[in-house]
């Protein structure tokens, strides 16, 4: 994944346990697209006061995820939905006679289910 793509997602899950400024240096720089310059004219301090911020608030957006891990169990949990998604569909177009295959989808979307509250 991009490191832009990353950031971006790291900073929706974990952007409000940044700094205050912390929070601004990297909102300003992946959502606004604003360059080192602006941001250091924007908040009063220097291009490399912006970048050592930036990449302090990228090592912490990282080292939530690696301790917390929510960005990865939400994608898990999004993949987990879209099989039962699919496993109901199968059950949908399936005759009454289909029982035992009506019964297979049953058991993976249960199986599904516990992996989601485990």
Do not use: C, P, W
Not at 19 to 32: G, S
């Amino acid at each position: 994944m991009e490191k832009l793509v990353q950031v971006g997602i790291l900073f929706d899950f974990y952007g409000k346990l940044l700094t205050e400024k912390q929070y601004e240096v990297i909102d300003l720089y992946y959502n606004n697209d604003f360059s080192l310059s602006e941001i250091g004219e924007t908040m009063g301090v220097s291009r490399q006061g912006v970048f050592d911020n930036i990449k302090r608030a990228e090592k912490k957006l990282f080292d939530y995820e690696v301790n917390l891990g929510l960005v990865n169990k939400f994608s898990r949990n999004q993949e987990n939905i879209i099989k039962i998604i699919n496993h109901s569909n199968d059950i949908i177009a399936l005759e009454a006679k289909d029982i035992d295959v009506i019964k297979k989808h049953a058991k993976d979307i249960k199986n599904i289910g516990n992996k989601l509250i485990e």
